[in-house]
């Protein structure tokens, strides 16, 4: 038996060896795999520290996203407007927009370690933590596959477009992600949504900038 923060960290170091056969690299809480279309992303939620009838439960789970290319290069544009460095792609993040959806399970519910009442100390629930290593192969699999849909051209796009009511946060990666496909009626279209959400004050003028970044890209394809 060991404690259950031993245990966690144990589990840890199991999701990175599952994560890295699938390609992806780095360190917890978040590993990586750079692709043409973007970089995929697999990471770890922090650690919840609850309490049930005076018992610790520790509780953590994984969660998948991807930044598309297009994405990535909007935002350096965006950096270096602003005086700042680029981002490099593997640290690339956001739009955020998409992130568990359309999975067939719940890979973001989370796991929970309690603690053994029947043993001295805070010693581990050796049942939770066999569930959750019982568990973690296909929640690795569900993520690591997820996230690479996710970076291959065109589909994070596809998916935002999909949105049946799209909220207003999303105009802007569209706007941005259409540019690649070359000018037309969508574009246009995501043009005018993104005007007409962005129609105040300085978001106003933010919302020019965005636009002729993504209509002068359109112009190149």
């Not at 509780?59 to 490099?88: H, Q």
């Not at 596959?145 to 799209?166: C, K, N, Q, T």
């Not at 690649?180 to 004050?201: T, Y």
């Amino acid at each position: 038996m060991v404690r259950s923060e031993v245990a966690l960290r144990r589990l840890i170091r199991d999701t990175g060896k599952l994560v890295q056969a699938y390609g992806f690299h780095g360190d917890d809480p978040t590993w990586v795999r750079v692709e043409p279309g973007g970089v995929a992303s697999v990471g770890r939620t922090r650690t919840f520290r609850t309490w049930t009838d005076g018992q610790q439960v520790l509780r953590f789970g994984l969660w998948s996203s991807a930044t598309p290319a297009a994405w990535w290069e909007f935002c350096n544009w965006r950096n270096a407007r602003s005086g700042l460095p680029p981002t490099p792609l593997e640290q690339a993040i956001g739009p955020g927009l998409i992130t568990d959806d359309g999975m067939s399970d719940d890979p973001a519910a989370l796991w929970s370690i309690r603690i053994d009442p029947a043993q001295p100390g805070q010693h581990a629930l050796q049942t939770d933590v066999d569930a959750i290593r019982a568990e973690l192969p296909r929640r690795v699999h569900t993520c690591a596959r997820r996230a690479l849909r996710l970076v291959e051209p065109g589909r994070y796009l596809d998916e935002l477009l999909s949105d049946s009511d799209p909220r207003i946060g999303i105009w802007e990666a569209i706007v941005v992600l259409l540019a690649d496909r070359g000018p037309g009626p969508q574009l246009d279209d995501a043009v005018d949504h993104l005007r007409a959400s962005l129609a105040e004050g300085d978001a106003s003028g933010y919302a020019e900038d965005v636009i002729a970044y993504a209509q002068a890209r359109a112009a190149l394809v």
